[in-house]
């Protein structure tokens, strides 16, 4: 049985539909929607978003990021024995993101299902792929973040709809003797479900209550910090390491600020720190493989080095995984 699991590939996709702050600003402006580009880049640090185009779902954006990622791992898709899809913004209620990815890529028979962990699925999905790994249930699998989060904003409401982008990020995560995922810590609860949360449900042919997202801003943010500093401390601690062995901290994109609280409290530099949400804005499940992958293909991250995610999101969610790559 193998003891470890590790990522042998990075590959990531955004939707050609680039809209910086000064285009999406004129585009409120015309439904009577007050914002600037100065307050969405002094509050949150974004610059600018991609979005989907209409008949562009998280599975086709998922589906051209593992393109990428089965090249990049040189793994053809047939080998793949498990597909984990971290979405809040799914194709359909059923079947899962995963399912319809799995046919697009021509494979058959393998597990196949998602993870709903909001920010935090991909350090979800990541922890549930090496534990399948670890235990033999599975030798390579994709895991992929894919949302498009464009379709359940609230163009009317200026305190969200200028946070989110949409995109997919993926990884083939190996069976292998060497360690890779060093330690995971996951958490949730509950009680915060409604700072955070997209509440429609669809029932009897309609659609009950909002299905557009709605946040407490500030109460996301206080919480924030401090489950992420934890977290990290946790895994940290579960490998006998310390902040001053990272190489990368790749977080969750949601807002500079919330990242530049957490690299202060860990005594990182910034520079040790990949950041997309000047580019990406917040891609929800997607945000931290974007962000690795970008890390890898800029040459920054690179094999051997020590590398911590974390995530945090609706639910309320939170978790890291501390891996070498
Ligand atoms: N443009 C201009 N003004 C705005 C905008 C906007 N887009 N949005 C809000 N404002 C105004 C508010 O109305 C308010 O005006 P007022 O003082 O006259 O009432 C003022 O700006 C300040 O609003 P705050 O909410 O206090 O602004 P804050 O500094 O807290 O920033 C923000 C808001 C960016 C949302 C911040 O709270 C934040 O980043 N929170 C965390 C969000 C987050 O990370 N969410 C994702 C979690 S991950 C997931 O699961 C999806």
Known sequence: MPLYSRITGTGSYLPAKRLSNAELVSQLAVQGVETSDDWIVERTGI?????????????????????????????????????????STPDMVFPSTACILQNKLGIHGCPAFDVQAVCSGFVYALTIANALIC?????KALVV??????????????????????????????????????????????????????????SGGQVIGSPLLQMDGQAVFKLAVGVLEDAANAVLAKAHKTSADLDWLIPHQANIRIMQG?????????????????????????????????????????????????GVGGGFTWGAVLLSL
């Open 47 to 87: 610059q600018a978003r991609h979005f989907a185009s209409v008949d562009e779902t998280s599975s086709d954006l998922a589906y051209k990021a593992c393109l990428k990622v089965l090249q990049a791992a040189n793994c053809p898709a047939q080998e793949i024995d498990l597909i984990i899809v971290a979405t």
């Open 135 to 139: 235990s033999g249930s599975a030798r």
């Open 145 to 202: 973040g894919a949302e498009v989060f464009s379709r359940i904003l609230d163009f009317k409401d200026r305190t969200t709809c200028v946070l989110f982008g949409d995109g997919a990020g993926a990884v083939v995560l190996e069976a292998s003797d060497q360690p890779g995922i060093l330690a995971s810590d996951l958490h949730a609860d509950g009680q915060f479900a409604h700072i955070l949360c997209t509440p429609g449900q669809v």
């Open 262 to 310: 957490t690299a202060k409290k860990l005594k990182l530099s910034m520079d040790q720190m990949i950041v997309t949400v000047d580019q990406h804005g917040n891609t929800s499940a997607a945000s931290i493989p974007l962000a690795l992958d970008v890390g890898v293909r800029s040459g920054r991250v690179k094999p051997g080095q020590l590398v911590l995610l974390e």
